[in-house]
């Protein structure tokens, strides 16, 4: 029996949409019905002491760190208290050091003063000639260096002149009075060592101020 293809060609598309219509039935539920919604869940981050074990020797390890730390941090501070004790000590030793330095420019003005008030009562008591003659003495006995001064010297000291002797010594400056009185002690006369010693020992002006008149 012969068939035409255009009815063959029918009937396979008809049993194709048979086909196609019986899956979809079977399969409604998963291809039409909505899928319910998932919410998410997290693991928990909180530290769980059972989640996390470490081996005796690594416990030990952080316990001998954690000792170290401690030892060191003590040691630090005792240093900081140490530092903070001599910085405290040298803050007084400051203090007590200015004291003592006004003390002694205390002293050191009383003794200007007292050196003035000297002076100007050498020159009342000498007067106008007496002062002129003495500074002339002076004047000479540098003039003259020290070999000849210190005999002139010695012989004032021995006819009992000696204040006389010690007032014209006092008007000369410093630089001209060493010379004569280290040709004194370096002599072999004991007399005029003693007098040497005798004149330095009284004379105000060679007082560590500096002040003097000196002979002009």
């Not at 002491?49 to 941090?73: C, G, I, V, W």
């Not at 050498?122 to 000639?129: I, M, Y």
């Not at 400056?173 to 004569?180: C, L, N, S, T, Y």
């Amino acid at each position: 029996m012969n068939i035409p293809p255009a009815i063959i060609i029918l009937v396979a598309v008809l049993l194709s949409f048979a086909g196609s219509g019986t899956l979809v039935m079977m399969n409604k539920d998963a291809l039409f019905k909505e899928k319910p919604e998932i919410k998410a869940e997290f693991s928990s981050v909180e530290f769980d002491a059972d989640d996390t074990s470490y081996s005796p020797q690594e416990t030990h390890s952080m316990n001998q760190l954690s000792k170290e730390l401690n030892a060191l941090r003590e040691e630090l501070l005792e240093r900081q208290r140490e530092q903070d004790a001599r910085e405290s000590a040298i803050a007084l030793d400051f203090q007590e050091l200015g004291k003592q330095q006004k003390e002694l420019e205390g002293l050191r003005s009383n003794l200007r003063n007292e050196m003035k008030i000297y002076q100007d009562q050498q020159n009342t008591e000498l007067g106008g000639e007496g002062l002129k003659i003495a500074k002339e003495a002076a004047k000479r006995w540098i003039e003259q260096g020290p070999e000849v001064s210190t005999k002139e010297l010695q012989q004032w000291n021995l006819n009992g002149k000696f204040e006389e002797a010690l007032t014209i010594f006092e008007l000369m400056k410093a630089e001209d009075k060493a010379p004569m009185v280290a040709f004194m002690h370096n002599s072999d006369d004991d007399d005029l060592i003693q007098l040497a010693n005798a004149l330095t020992m009284r004379d105000r002006t060679l007082a560590p101020t500096g002040l003097g008149t000196g002979a002009n």
